[in-house]
Every structure is written in structure tokens, then in C-alpha cells.
């Protein structure tokens, strides 16, 4: 589906954020401590100072005891105003070695963004309330991260829908060989207790077997979600109609380039592959 292209194209756009040094020293610089304290006041900034509840609500996948350590200590070292702006300039000069003229694809994300709607996609929401800034690499960026959370927020709404909480969604991932759990676990938090508590509940349902794999119910499950956070992430793609495919020209490059820099690490936690 055009939509899911759409994703794949501009990811590693959007998550160069979480690997490139420029972003960590840009958490350090104003404060922050740590790379988790770093990613988690990062990401949720433009929702102000927010605590660790809603937090691990929004994230969604996040064991709620790692985001309590480092919410809502972030604030006390930095402003969400702060940690916002020195991101979004952070994130400019990791991309200026793989971008230049980038005119025509901002304005094509942003023709994409201007079609989301927000209703129920908080961080998204929140995100497109930001500024444009005038650095070009910046208003891509912020184009981009909008975009992905427009749709994380939205497959949010298909897993919950489909009776899931966060772990179990991911355990889904893993299940369908999307990732695996050594890659996966560390960067979400919840302690083996937690982790093979969720595994029963799967188990119980009959959508994971006993090797981990999905079951026949778990993949239509799967495709379920997976049809359904396509469907609420098609508006951006229906705006832009046979625009999209110029988009994808312009965007899949930087992309590329990003992940055979090493940037961008295949694979990682947000299950993107090279476009």
C-alpha cells in the first residue's frame, strides 16, 4: 500500500534523531542526562511537561517504570521549549551531509502534513503545533516526524482496537519476524517477568505458539492492524494523489544514503529496512 511506501521512504529521515551524535550532545548541551532522558524528553516535548503516566500512554511500548526515569525529572533540567529547539537544530546538521537542495520535497511534505487529520494522535498533534523553522533541513525534519507520528499514533489506535497493549503489539512484531528480541527488549524496558507474562496472555488467546512464532489467528491479526494503521494513514497520500510517487523519488535517496552512512543502523528498533 502507497501509505506503508510513504513510511518506509521517510523513517530513517525521521529517525536519524535517535542515532546521530549531534542529537545527544545537542540533550547534553541543554541539560539532559542520558541518553533515555535525552529520547524520551526529546520525543514528548512539544506536549509540555508531561509526566510519566500519560507519557508511557502515548509511547505506548515503553515499560512504564523506564519512562519514570527519566519523566518528570527532564524538566527539572531543561524546558520542553528548550530540549524541542535544540533537537530540531540538531537534527539540521546531521542531514546537511546527505541533503542539498531539498525545496521540492519539503514542500511536497508538507502539502502531505496540511492533509493529516489529528483527532486521537496526541503526539502528532503536538508536533505539528511547532513552528516551521526556517532552516530547510529543519522544516524537512519536522515534516517527517509529524508524518511518522501521525501514523504511530494511528497504529496505536489499530492495536488497541484489535485488544492489545504495548508489549503485546510488539511481541507481535517479533512473532511475524519483524525483529527480534535481543534487538527489541533493551530499548523498551520491561523486565523477562513482564515480558513472558505478556507471551502467556498471547499464548492464551492462541495467537503465538509455543516457538514464538504467530499462530494462523495471529497473522490475520497482524494484517488486521496492519490494514487498518494503513487506512488511518492514508490522508497524506490521497492529497498529494499521483504526487506521492515524486515524494518517494526525492525522499528514498536521503533515506538510503542515511542507513549505508551507518546513521541510520540496520536493523533497529523501529523495524525499518533500506528503502
Known amino acids: 500500500m502507497t501509505a506503508r511506501r510513504l513510511w518506509a521512504a521517510v523513517e530513517p529521515l525521521h529517525a536519524v534523531v535517535y542515532f546521530a551524535p549531534e542529537t545527544a550532545e545537542a540533550a547534553k548541551r541543554v541539560g539532559l542526562r542520558g541518553y533515555w532522558m535525552g529520547y524520551f ?7 509540555g511537561p508531561i509526566g510519566p503516566e500519560p507519557a508511557a500512554a502515548v509511547l505506548f511500548g515503553f515499560a512504564p517504570a523506564m519512562v519514570a526515569r527519566a519523566l518528570p525529572d527532564a524538566w527539572s ?9 535544540s ?4 537534527v539540521a546538521s546531521a542531514l546537511r551531509p546527505v541533503a542539498a537542495d531539498v525545496g521540492e520535497l519539503n514542500e511536497l511534505l508538507w502539502r502531505a502534513v496540511d492533509a493529516c487529520e489529528f483527532g486521537g494522535r496526541p503526539l502528532a498533534a503536538a508536533w505539528a503545533a511547532v513552528p516551521k523553522p526556517a532552516d530547510p533541513l529543519s522544516r524537512l525534519w519536522l515534516a517527517t516526524t509529524i508524518l511518522r507520528e501521525h501514523r504511530g499514533d494511528g497504529h496505536v489506535l489499530a492495536a488497541v482496537h484489535a485488544g492489545l497493549g504495548g508489549l503485546e503489539t510488539t511481541l507481535t512484531h517479533i512473532g511475524d519476524g519483524v525483529i527480534a528480541r535481543a534487538d527489541i527488549q533493551p530499548h523498551r524496558g520491561w523486565p523477562d517477568a513482564e515480558w513472558d507474562a505478556a507471551v502467556a496472555r498471547l499464548r492464551a488467546r492462541g495467537l503465538l505458539g509455543a516457538d514464538g512464532r504467530l499462530t494462523g489467528a495471529g497473522r490475520e491479526l497482524r494484517r488486521r492492524i496492519e490494514a487498518d494503521t494503513d487506512r488511518l494513514a492514508a490522508a497524506p497520500v490521497t492529497a498529494l494523489g499521483p504526487d506521492v510517487e515524486r515524494l518517494l523519488e526525492l525522499a528514498v535517496p536521503l533515506s538510503r544514503a542515511l542507513i549505508d552512512r551507518g546513521v541510520v543502523p540496520v536493523p533497529n528498533p523501529m523495524g525499518v529496512a533500506r528503502p
Open 87 to 90: 533537537r530540531i537544530e540538531a
Open 41 to 47: 524528553a526529546g520525543r514528548l516535548a512539544p506536549l
Open 77 to 85: 533540567f531543561a524546558s520542553p521549549e528548550a530540549v524541542a529547539g
